[in-house]
């Protein structure tokens, strides 16, 4: 029964205080403030890839570019010329993002992704599923927002 008591005084000790440690922000479930600061940066980035993934299923490509920094460092000319022939070749896009690991430090925000694409041949009508994955670099624009200016690995738009 000791044994029991002393288990449980350790399982709310360590879920909500501990003796051992001052009583800190972090301990009563609060984060400090340069850390709501990231978390904001973080979901702002992350808003910024849904966008993009949004527009290219839409197959809005005024809006995707639209999410796209001039200065997209594998080629702003190539990537309108890969979209415009994919737009040319399918009928349809499904595009899936699974978001791993986001860092962010000034202006920059990468985000680790696994992604999924289902694209339907326009001629043929057959479903042709890829995957792969990569990190998309956001740098925030003189306006606030996040633009692509990067991806490494394996991009879902080609």
Known sequence: MQILKIFIRIIVCAGIFCAARPHTLLALGQAPPESAERWRQEDEAAKALETLRR???DRDFSGFFDA?????RQGWIDLRSDLAEERRSTSSVDL???AGQ???EGDK????VRWQKRAMAARTGQSQLSEGS???IFQKDSEGSYKLIDIRGQSPFR
Not at 68 to 72: A, G, I, N, P, T
């Open 55 to 57: 527009t290219y299923t």
């Open 68 to 72: 796209v920094s001039e200065d997209y």
């Open 96 to 98: 899936r993002f699974s």
């Open 102 to 104: 986001t860092t962010v």
């Open 109 to 112: 925000a990468a985000l680790q």
């Open 134 to 136: 990569a990190e998309f």
